[in-house]
Nanobody, 126 residues
Framework: QVQMEESGGGSVQAGESLRLSCEVS????????MGWFRQAPGKEREGVASIASDGLTAYADSVKGRFTISRDNAKNILYLQMNSLKPEDTGMYYC????????????????????WGRGTQVTASP
């Protein structure tokens, strides 16, 4: 059974940084596409960043240059380094996994994933 658990969220001032982690267990395939999504109150969920098993990455325009997605394959942990946080980055952040998608752009554009974590809250105050 695949399980995904996020951590690292918190409350910061605008301009500060946070690093989110998503620990994955129970997934053994060599191909995957993983991503981070966020949802603010009253808004739809949106894709933030994604990475495929070949290392290709994709980012939403709103976070390019500020966020970096990476994965430690040995530890099965997905990361999202978030720098220069803005109030509009506030929301619940979820990690997601698609077992065979190879184009990371499709994951954050379509939001179709087989597995999801429960989320971690990020709040950036003005």
């Amino acid at each position: 059974q695949v399980q995904m658990e996020e951590s690292g969220g918190g409350s910061v001032q605008a301009g500060e940084s946070l690093r989110l982690s998503c620990e994955v267990s129970g997934y053994t395939r060599v191909t995957w596409c993983m991503g981070w999504f966020r949802q603010a109150p009253g808004k739809e969920r949106e894709g933030v960043a994604s990475i495929a098993s070949d290392g290709l990455t994709a980012y939403a325009d709103s976070v390019k240059g500020r966020f970096t997605i990476s994965r430690d394959n040995a530890k099965n942990i997905l990361y999202l380094q978030m720098n220069s946080l803005k109030p509009e980055d506030t929301g619940m952040y979820y990690c997601a996994l698609h077992p065979w998608l190879q184009d990371p752009r499709l994951l954050i554009e379509d939001g179709q994933a087989d597995y999801w974590g429960r989320g971690t809250q990020v709040t950036a105050s003005p």
